[in-house]
């Protein structure tokens, strides 16, 4: 299944993606949030669907879409995951997987603007892909980590270099402003997902590509980095986890290249969807 959520009437309200057609499952009455994993949604819904298909609404192509799932408990990220990203900025692979987290605030649709914060010299573009938790998870073996993921979303890790990097401190600074984590347009059940170890992921800044590489370059794989947080956090059901981006950020670039006011991302993940984000500044 592929799962969204739409906005009507100043509010987000779950859909479904049926043959490239988006309609609405607010009729199921519940949310795309952690009680919906918690309680087996996805069986219930996919029920829920099969029942009801001849009667659900289709929305209009253009809809307004939020992020596919509602605020999770955590957004954990993962850095320096690709060995071409590590050394584009200057910095050694990891032995074990860096750890970071975005403040939940910062979560958006896909397609919403991002908004450059005041006082900020060096926001930045990521394209990754992120992890949804399906069932509680603490202290999981690798080789069952597969059956504690719900799905898959397209996500971009926006970060300000400056906040992140200079300001002492850890990376938190520079991750969790607003709008700096643009998911979806998607929730992608991991049954549809033949191979995430292999998947291509992309960013365009512009209309330029500066962003091309693959999920089987990741440094450390989807298995292992459920594990590996589980081990210093109990992951609740719809939490994400974001696995990290390759190369080609503004960051990486001699001269660098930072975000400005009229600039235009589009993303994308095989399987995962397209999204596209417009920079404004911050109007305070």
Known sequence: MKLIRFRESNKEKPGIVLNDDYY?????????????????GLSRLEQFVEQNKGQLT???????????????SKIICIGLNYIDHARETGATPPTEPVIFMKATTALCGPNDNVIIPRDSKKTDWEVELAIVIGKKASYVEE?????????????????????????????????????????????VTKDEIEDVGNLRLWLKLNDKMVQDGTTSNLIFKVPLLVSYVSRFMTLLPGDVISTGTPAGVGLGMNPQVFLRAGDVMELGIDGLGVSRQKVVDYQG
């Open 58 to 72: 289709k929305l209009a192509a253009d809809v307004p879409l939020g992020s596919p799932i509602a605020r999770p």
């Open 24 to 40: 609405d499952v607010s009729s199921f009455a519940e949310d795309f949030n952690e009680q919906f994993f918690e309680s087996d």
């Open 143 to 187: 080789s069952e980590a597969m059956e504690y993921i719900a799905g898959y979303c397209l996500h971009n890790d926006i970060s300000e270099r400056e906040f992140q990097l200079e300001r002492g401190g850890t990376w938190d600074k520079g991750k969790g402003c607003d709008t700096f984590a643009p998911i979806g347009p998607w929730l």
